[in-house]
């Protein structure tokens, strides 16, 4: 039966040729415009820590003035401040945790012919690894030691090492980063995440590390984040020790709790680390932290903007103007065709019959509409690639998922189009049309 | 005259088809009308005057790649060997560069000692060379003499005694209009910085941010965050930003130089904004499109299914206009109910656009010239359908009777 309701919305479409394809380009622009920004927020709404979203938390702790709290969704300083970070690096509760911050250099390998280059670098604890689950093609994490005292290790991303060593394993080889000798101990296999989950500080499309250094290194080489510092205090900083020192905050700090228990007992040593800087005169503020789940995380940070959510609701009004379009344009084809439904209906045809090859018939055009649709939000992401310079590369993509969820969305409101010019055509008293013929 | 009552009850025939034509009009309204005030709101913001030469100027940066590098010396070397370069009309040092997204902001009192009530601003450390380097306007006072630029190194407690700041922030902060002279604070601090200057205009690096046009530029030199700003003879920026970057690289191979132009950086910046222009833009061309093609198609279907009916009106004695006629104030009468639905619609969209995403309010002008706009594309896509039903002969209402 449905073979030959297709056969004939087939030759229907075809006798029509022009208001079928206006109705096409109707569903199609409205498919294609709200994929277009569906999308994007599904893209930008990924959540690269999904599978250990349980048992993740990124750390906050409220050390700012008491005259005045921090102006975001969370009212806490997204980043702890460098002596939190080394404090709570010294609890043994979590299964993992890692204290990081971003940062950068010039590296090169003596003797080789590549030319010096700024790596982006990643400055964290040794855990960062395991508990982000990135994994190693070669070597692994730097020693425990690493994380306290100044050895000068390093891992580099695929691509680095890549570029670096041409892909062998480097691991023992030394390189120069910043000015110093560093060995390779580790190559880790590609990792992107996008939006960039552990660190929404600055552009969470951006790229990751390229490098990552061991959590020891920062009296030795002085190193000032590239990320962000904020601070609320007017302090005295004449040494880099001062700043070590400071109420500013620029790291982002991660733990890993696999159970219950572990989360209570971290959430007691908190509250025990608060209360003992109050007891110093910090965290002049009411006792506040936050241990907050990826998924969670990116919601609080507002990955997904105000822009990106309002465009979505645009163009979800756009698919409905297109939408009324294609019921009116639907209305008017099956009406005019009115004579043959009433010759199917005299011939004997059920009303759902002519209901139903009405409904395949708009089905049809939802499909061929879907799939222009497809196109139309291939050439709209590109043009948001273009407009965004290069930030929204790895967000601004299709991928199957989506190209099937556009195909259902033109199908569906087709359908749904289709629902009301079926239900009238199917309704036709066919003894008019049979008079006049 | 008009021949209002067939019209009308010929419509209420057809009530869904029209209705779902108004309905289309009427949701255009909304959108359009909502798009075009957020479209103006974004290119206003990208077309402010940014106080920046943004059209002349390159940025240079470097990271050493020996470990004690003498950057000072090398800021020194670098600026005389970039300022005796061809084309190059002045170049500064900064710690931040205007409009780039990355910058440095702190908290200004018009008393020492205070912890509360600050007011934020951008703040730049410069040499001697800003004013002119940056392209900016001096309104008052004077700029910075070699002299009283500073060295400092990233923990430096050294302060300025001097500063130069933006009309914007000298209004804000001295709204007598003595800011000249004055001295402003930083945050529990007894520290006086006297303004000598003030320059007409400075977005400051981040152009949307609520701080945004409020800056203060120190006398120094800072080793750890710098760029050096480099302003072109008009038409020279992109021969100049190659020039540089090769005599910095030959000056000194042991760094690796990274360069952009100031304009780069500006688009970049506001490339969220730019997308929304263009992504609102295209949406406002597309609908109303697709209305006109909703319409075309739905008057070229009820002249078809009328054709017997214009035939029998033209024999009975109709002219050519009253059929034309007869058409478009049908669609006139379908838009015009269109319309007035959307102009709820519109302020609907509009309260939640508002209050959900902090959207512009939409003004009833807008509205009203949307309404008209969208009026004229329904009666021109009616147009020519109806244009064709006049041509329609009287034979044909004899031939199937």
């Known amino acids: 039966m449905i073979g030959y309701y297709l056969s004939l919305a087939i030759r229907s479409l075809r006798s029509t040729p022009i208001l079928s394809s206006l109705m096409v380009a109707a569903i199609a622009v409205g498919v294609g415009a709200a994929m277009t920004t569906l999308t994007l927020n599904y893209m930008m709404s990924r959540n690269a820590l999904a599978e250990k979203d349980a048992v993740l938390y990124a750390v906050q702790l409220d050390s700012w003035s008491a005259t005045q709290g921090v102006d975001n969704p969370s009212e806490m300083p997204w980043q702890v401040t460098y002596q939190d970070a080394v404090s709570l690096l010294r609890s043994d509760i979590p299964t993992h945790q890692v204290a990081m911050h971003l940062w950068g250099g010039p590296i090169s390998v003596e003797g080789s012919e590549i030319r010096p280059f700024v790596a982006g670098a990643r400055v964290t604890s040794r855990d960062f690894f395991a508990l982000f689950g990135v994994d190693f093609i070669y070597g692994g994490t730097w020693s425990e030691e690493a994380d306290s005292s100044p050895l000068?290790?390093?891992?580099?991303?695929?691509?680095?090492?890549?570029?670096?060593?041409?892909?062998?394993?480097?691991?023992?080889?030394?390189?120069?980063?910043?000015?110093?000798?560093?060995?390779?101990?580790?190559?880790?296999?590609?990792?992107?995440?996008?939006?960039?989950?552990?660190?929404?500080?600055?552009?969470?499309?951006?790229?990751?590390?390229?490098?990552?250094?061991?959590?020891?290194?920062?009296?030795?080489?002085?190193?000032?984040?590239?990320?962000?510092?904020?601070?609320?205090?007017?302090?005295?900083?004449?040494?880099?020790?001062?700043?070590?020192?400071?109420?500013?905050?620029?790291?982002?700090?991660?733990?890993?709790?696999?159970?219950?228990?572990?989360?209570?007992?971290?959430?007691?040593?908190?509250?025990?680390?608060?209360?003992?800087?109050?007891?110093?005169?910090?965290?002049?503020?009411?006792?506040?932290?936050?241990?907050?789940?990826?998924?969670?995380?990116?919601?609080?940070?507002?990955?997904?903007?105000g822009d990106d959510r309002m465009l979505s609701w645009l163009s979800l009004a756009f698919l409905l103007v297109c939408l009324v379009n294609a019921v009116a344009l639907l209305l008017a084809k099956f009406l005019r065709k009115a004579p043959e439904a009433g010759v199917r209906r005299a011939l004997g045809a059920s009303r759902n019959a002519v209901f139903s090859q009405h409904l395949v018939e708009s089905g049809c055009v939802g499909l061929a509409g879907g799939l222009v649709g497809i196109l139309l939000t291939l050439g709209g992401l590109g043009l948001i690639r273009q407009l965004q310079m290069g930030y929204m590369d790895r967000v601004a993509a299709m991928d199957w998922t989506m190209m099937i969820a556009a195909i259902g969305l033109a199908v569906l409101s087709s359908l749904l189009a289709g629902l009301y010019p079926a239900w009238r055509i199917s309704r036709t008293n066919p003894s008019v049309y049979l008079k006049t013929q | 005259m008009l021949e209002l009552r067939p019209i009308l009850s010929a419509l209420w025939r057809h009530k869904i088809s029209a209705l779902l034509i108004a309905l289309q009009l009427g949701l255009t309204l909304a959108i359009v009308s909502n798009a075009l005030?957020?479209?103006?709101?974004?290119?206003?913001?990208?077309?402010?005057?940014?106080?920046?030469?943004?059209?002349?100027?390159?940025?240079?940066?470097?990271?050493?790649?020996?470990?004690?590098?003498?950057?000072?010396?090398?800021?020194?070397?670098?600026?005389?060997?970039?300022?005796?370069?061809?084309?190059?009309?002045?170049?500064?040092?900064?710690?931040?560069?205007?409009?780039?997204?990355?910058?440095?902001?702190?908290?200004?009192?018009?008393?020492?000692?205070?912890?509360?009530?600050?007011?934020?601003?951008?703040?730049?450390?410069?040499?001697?060379?800003?004013?002119?380097?940056?392209?900016?306007?001096?309104?008052?006072?004077?700029?910075?003499?070699?002299?009283?630029?500073?060295?400092?190194?990233?923990?430096?407690?050294?302060?300025?005694?001097?500063?130069?700041?933006?009309?914007?922030?000298?209004?804000?902060?001295?709204?007598?209009?003595?800011?000249?002279?004055?001295?402003?604070?930083?945050?529990?601090?007894?520290?006086?910085?006297?303004?000598?200057?003030?320059?007409?205009?400075?977005?400051?690096?981040?152009?949307?941010?609520?701080?945004?046009?409020?800056?203060?530029?120190?006398?120094?030199?800072?080793?750890?965050?710098?760029?050096?700003?480099?302003?072109?003879?008009?038409?020279?920026?992109?021969?100049?930003?190659?020039?540089?970057?090769?005599?910095?690289?030959?000056?000194?191979?042991?760094?690796?130089?990274?360069?952009?132009?100031?304009?780069?950086?500006?688009?970049?910046?506001?490339?969220?904004?730019?997308?929304?222009?263009?992504?609102?833009?295209?949406?406002?061309?597309?609908?109303?499109?697709?209305?006109?093609?909703?319409v075309v198609g739905l008057t070229v279907f009820w002249i078809t299914q009328r054709q017997k009916q214009i035939g029998v009106r033209r024999a009975l004695g109709a002219t050519r206009t009253a059929i034309s006629r007869y058409f478009l104030l049908e669609n006139l009468i379908i838009a015009t109910t269109g319309i007035l639905l959307g102009f709820a619609a519109a302020q609907i969209f509009n309260g939640f656009l508002v209050s959900e995403f902090n959207q512009p309010a939409l003004p009833l002008t807008v509205t009203l010239a949307c309404a008209l706009a969208l009026l004229g594309v329904s009666l021109a896509a009616a147009l020519l359908p109806a244009l064709r039903a006049a041509n329609i002969s009287p034979a044909t209402a004899t031939r199937s009777v």
Request: aromatic content about 10%; glycine content about 8%; cysteine-free.
């Open chain 2, 37 to 294: 005030v957020v479209i103006d709101e974004r290119t206003e913001r990208i077309s402010r005057p940014t106080g920046v030469a943004v059209e002349d100027i390159n940025t240079f940066g470097y990271l050493a790649i020996p470990k004690d590098y003498d950057k000072f010396e090398a800021f020194r070397l670098d600026l005389d060997m970039i300022r005796a370069l061809p084309g190059v009309a002045s170049a500064t040092i900064s710690n931040h560069v205007p409009l780039s997204g990355s910058g440095s902001s702190s908290g200004f009192y018009t008393e020492p000692n205070m912890e509360v009530g600050a007011t934020a601003a951008n703040f730049y450390t410069v040499d001697e060379h800003f004013i002119e380097a940056l392209g900016m306007n001096l309104v008052a006072g004077r700029g910075f003499s070699p002299e009283e630029i500073m060295q400092v190194g990233a923990t430096s407690s050294e302060r300025p005694t001097v500063a130069v700041v933006t009309q914007r922030l000298a209004d804000e902060m001295f709204p007598q209009g003595n800011a000249l002279g004055n001295a402003i604070f930083r945050g529990g601090d007894d520290h006086p910085i006297e303004i000598v200057g003030i320059v007409e205009r400075n977005l400051g690096p981040w152009p949307n941010s609520p701080i945004a046009g409020r800056g203060v530029f120190y006398p120094a030199i800072m080793d750890q965050w710098f760029t050096y700003i480099v302003r072109a003879e008009p038409g020279q920026r992109d021969a100049v930003l190659k020039l540089v970057e090769e005599k910095l690289a030959e000056r000194d191979p042991n760094r690796v130089i990274n360069s952009d132009t100031l304009e780069e950086q500006k688009d970049q910046y506001y490339a969220g904004d730019n997308t929304m222009v263009k992504v609102l833009t295209a949406v406002v061309i597309l609908l109303t499109f697709i209305v006109a093609l909703g």
């Open chain 1, 152 to 305: 000068q290790q390093i891992v580099l991303s695929e691509e680095t090492n890549e570029k670096l060593f041409g892909g062998e394993n480097s691991v023992g080889r030394s390189l120069n980063f910043n000015g110093a000798l560093f060995t390779v101990v580790g190559v880790t296999e590609h990792w992107q995440p996008s939006p960039k989950v552990h660190d929404l500080n600055n552009g969470s499309f951006n790229n990751s590390a390229e490098v990552f250094l061991p959590f020891g290194l920062h009296r030795q080489f002085e190193i000032y984040p590239w990320g962000n510092n904020n601070g609320w205090k007017a302090e005295e900083i004449n040494s880099y020790e001062d700043r070590l020192n400071s109420d500013v905050v620029w790291l982002q700090y991660w733990v890993q709790l696999d159970s219950p228990e572990q989360v209570e007992d971290y959430r007691d040593f908190l509250t025990a680390h608060i209360r003992g800087q109050k007891a110093q005169g910090r965290f002049p503020r009411p006792l506040k932290f936050g241990l907050t789940n990826p998924s969670e995380w990116l919601q609080l940070n507002e990955v997904v903007d």
